[in-house]
């Protein structure tokens, strides 16, 4: 979901596992208090505040809430790093294609769409955009909002203080998108050190080096996640060979296409060996950045290197499509609450009930019945 076409099942009827688990519960347990814990050992901001607004409506209308709230996000990010994108490349073509990143890049459609918890990837990349403009041609107000939201999601916006010290020099704090994260980050380390944690849903984590994370990259990262590895390698090969002649023959930018390339690889790896996994998320993340990378250098480059890289971008996209159902694995949510509704008026008469979420056996959410009605 979330502005990616999705073909099979009904998005709008899947609550993802921290949706649910965590934020939703938190959200209903602790009210706006549950804003400041902390969940895999730092603060969510946007999906807690948006979890305390949705745990308002009936429960009915929670999964619907989740999926349109996080396509509107998207939207507004894709928005504004349209916006951004204009004004570093100049162009009007290739500041619609990182916009459109946000909703058409392969490796998203895993399990990044349509979920309160995956905001921070497009936060993340919004964020960097607004790093990429000029000091004195950025808005104060609106720019500063996107960056204190994003870092108050999640710390990987660290990444972000080198890039805008390498690309801004001694301007760096004119930016506002210095203060916007500095003061985020800030609030993150507090949470980090002194927030009460959640304890809705236990994350199974070993850090390690997964194998094949180069070749993960290039499969997965450059290439097209619904295709054999095989020929996912292959257009990931094209696409970053692309990339490399757009780069070599561009009149400007290159500097800071090499940075945001790195950059990107540096979470993917970053995340991957934290977690000793490389999954969707990561890949989406590493994706966006990739493509803000090929925009800067395409966008500089002469016609035919920009023509080929517009042309294999858009390629991928769409032998990417549909999107992996993965998110739509488990139980609908309103079948749950009819079947939760039909036990707590059973014999049994119990006072509460459990919900299960997607995906298919990951987790659940436990309610009371008066809640069901």
Known sequence: MAGRLLLTGWPLDRVWAEDGAVFLADARDHGWRSIGYSYAGYLHGLPRVLAVIGSHLPLSGYARWAVVVSGLVCALVAALVCAAARQVTGSRWWAVVAGLATVSAPALGTE????????????????????????????????????????????????????????????????????????????????????????????????????????????????????????????????????????????????????????????????????????????????????????????????WASALVGALLATSAVIGLPVDAYLLSGPSWSSELDRATSECRGPAAPDTAVLRLSPKGRTSITVSCRALG
């Open 112 to 303: 990044s769409l349509g979920s309160l918890a995956n905001l921070q990837w497009f936060l993340l990349y919004g964020a960097l955009w607004l790093c990429l403009t000029r000091p004195e041609g950025t808005r104060w107000p609106a720019s500063a909002a996107l960056a204190v939201t994003a870092a108050a999601t999640t710390p990987l916006t660290v990444v972000l203080l080198p890039v805008l010290l390498l690309l801004h020099g001694r301007r760096v704090w004119r930016h506002p998108a210095a203060a916007g994260l500095v003061g985020g980050l800030v609030l993150q380390v507090l949470c980090i050190l002194r927030a009460p944690r959640s304890t809705g849903l236990e994350l199974d984590r070993g850090p390690g080096l997964p194998p094949g994370l180069g070749r993960t990259y290039v499969d997965s990262v450059a290439g097209v996640t619904t295709l054999s590895p095989r020929a996912g390698a292959a257009v990931g090969v094209l696409v970053l060979l692309a990339g490399a002649a757009a780069l070599c023959t561009a009149r400007r930018h290159r500097r800071e296409a090499v940075i945001v390339a790195l950059t990107g690889a540096l979470l993917f790896v970053g995340t991957s060996v934290l977690t000793g996994a490389t999954t969707g998320r990561y890949a989406g993340i590493g994706t966006l950045f990739l493509w803000a990378a090929l925009v800067l250098a395409a966008g500089a480059a002469p016609r």
